[in-house]
């Protein structure tokens, strides 16, 4: 029963999970109740496995992949015309050069997205002190936490702590 004195049900076949359920649903509501609060429930039913809904493809991918193709196809050029002006023996020099120039640009991307999701974290997130709890046969180190809400967590850290 949420506010306006009409029963809902969810179906679900798990006691434990309902139990849990109900007294954090009723202490999520408002003090006072509004009386309308049916015409806030919406039902929408799931979508069958087969047709599952596709993600849509951000355009700025589309430029990425746009902007690599031309710096490629620019490469090749560079290419072919050390062949054409300096001899076809000498083409060999920006094809193996290619090779760290490629790992180089891989490394970078890793490093730039590494960044990003730090600067993310940075003005989004919120920190809170963790402690040390073990560490796994791998050398993973896993800290203890207590979050925002007050639940303790825990987490894998990529350092090895102490």
Known sequence: MLTDSTVHRVAGGNST??????PAATAALPARRDPVGNARVTVTPPA?????EEVAYHPKYQRRQVIAFGLLLAYVGYAI???????????????????PLGLGAVLLSFAVNVTLVHLAL?????????????????????YKFTDADGIER???GKNRGS
């Open 17 to 22: 999970a309902a139990t849990a359920f109900v």
């Open 154 to 156: 825990s987490g894998r």
């Open 48 to 52: 069958p496995p087969g047709e599952a």
């Open 81 to 99: 015309w050390v062949g054409a002006t300096h001899g076809a023996e000498t083409v060999i020099r920006p094809i193996a050069a290619a090779t």
């Open 122 to 142: 940075r003005r989004r997130g919120g920190t809170v002190p963790a402690s040390f709890d073990f560490r796994t046969t791998d050398g993973t180190a896993w």
